[in-house]
Nanobody, 117 residues
Framework: QVQLVESGGGLVQAGGSLRLSCAAS????????MGWFRQVPGKEREFVAA????????YFTNSVKGRFTISRDNAKNTVYLQMNSLKPEDTGVYYC??????????WGQGTQVTVSS
């Protein structure tokens, strides 16, 4: 069982930056692949970025490549999403999630990111 708590969201102007954090409970954090997703009202939750359990590989949706980075600190049970050059279309509730096998089994409560134009 993993409990996830996101933080770091807020209001930022277009072109600005935010860093989201996701703190995990449990001693098995380092065995989970981690992902970030976002959702806006009326739309399905979409994949943003992911990182493997070791941090050896990262993945991004095309719209954030070159602007977002994902990292993790297994000693601190934390995964980060650094978001630069933010655009209004990046607005949404951002969720982190943990995957042990084939699917993301554990989700945080989300943190709101609002990018003003």
């Amino acid at each position: 069982q993993v409990q996830l708590v996101e933080s770091g969201g807020g209001l930022v102007q277009a072109g600005g930056s935010l860093r989201l954090s996701c703190a995990a409970s449990g001693r098995t954090f380092s065995s989970y692949d981690m992902g970030w997703f976002r959702q806006v009202p009326g739309k399905e939750r979409e994949f943003v970025a992911a990182i493997t359990w070791s941090g050896g590989a990262t993945y991004f949706t095309n719209s954030v490549k070159g602007r977002f980075t994902i990292s993790r600190d297994n000693a601190k049970n934390t995964v980060y999403l650094q978001m630069n050059s933010l655009k209004p279309e990046d607005t949404g509730v951002y969720y982190c999630a943990a995957k042990h096998t084939a699917s993301y089994d554990f989700w945080g409560q989300g943190t709101q990111v609002t990018v003003s134009s």
